[in-house]
């Protein structure tokens, strides 16, 4: 049974660039979260994905932007990167689908952002 | 807004010792659910115990307990005969009940398993 996959595990960026991140979630699953990761803190949700939808939003500008496609697989987009995006970002999967929620998140590895 | 507050930065304990992490929150939800994960230095969050907000009884997973305190906000965590393995930094998390599945994190505890 394959967990939650992220790409790349590691990537470095300039300020200003375009960067994006890739999620599969646990199979099975219909939902993926995206949180944001700054070094010795706790995650911060950044949206979720559902039916190919963002269903909720955290307190994230515009520049952060995503994609559901219909594996159910997720890519977040960050535009105009700046040295404060730089953090892990973790990807996390659920069932949502005919009332299954378990409340329960399985979570990937995470995508390592260094901005310079 | 919901928060959720993890007084201890760091913690320490020794082999085969007991340890209790603690964490509160702030919500005007009834209905919730309380996680504990675990994130080693792989960086993957695994959960180490759920409790929902409509059972009393607290929840246990073999070594790892909880201590819920529904009216004082209170949701700590008990490791009995801590092992090395369980060295990692603990995080302490709130989800509504019903809709959205956001998580919300507390900063962090960081646990050191001294042999």
């Known amino acids: 049974d394959a967990g939650v996959t992220q790409s790349p595990t590691h990537l470095i960026k300039t300020r200003g660039q375009q960067v994006t991140l890739r999620c599969s979630p646990k199979?099975?699953?219909?939902?993926v979260s995206w949180y944001q990761q700054a070094l010795g803190q706790g995650p911060q949700f950044i949206f979720q994905?559902?039916?190919?939808?963002?269903?909720q939003r955290g307190n994230f500008p515009d520049r952060f932007s995503g994609h559901q496609f219909p594996n159910y697989s997720s890519e977040l987009n960050v535009n105009a990167l700046l040295l404060g995006d730089s953090a892990l970002y973790l990807c996390?999967?659920?069932?949502?689908?005919?009332?299954?929620?378990?409340?329960?998140?399985?979570f990937g590895e995470g995508s390592r952002l260094t901005v310079l | 807004a919901q928060t959720v507050t993890q007084s201890q930065p760091e913690m320490s304990v020794q082999e085969a010792e007991t340890v209790t992490l603690s964490c509160t929150y702030d919500?005007?939800?009834?209905?919730?659910?309380l996680f504990w994960y675990k994130q080693p230095p792989s960086r993957q969050m695994i959960l180490v115990i759920r409790?929902?907000?409509?059972?009393?009884q607290n929840a246990t997973e073999n070594r790892f307990s909880v201590n819920f305190q529904k009216a004082a906000k209170s949701f700590s965590l008990k490791i009995s005969d801590s092992q090395l393995g369980d060295a990692a930094m603990y995080f302490c998390?709130?989800?509504?009940?019903?809709?959205?599945?956001?998580?919300?994190f507390g900063q962090g505890t960081r646990l050191t398993i001294n042999p």
């Open positions: 409790q929902e907000a409509y059972k009393q």
């Open positions: 199979s099975g699953h219909d939902t």
């Open positions: 998390a709130y989800r509504r009940y019903q809709g959205a599945q956001k998580l919300v």
């Open positions: 919500t005007s939800e009834s209905d919730y659910y």
């Open positions: 996390a999967s659920s069932l949502l689908a005919g009332g299954r929620d378990t409340g329960e998140l399985f």
């Open positions: 994905y559902y039916e190919e939808e963002e269903r």
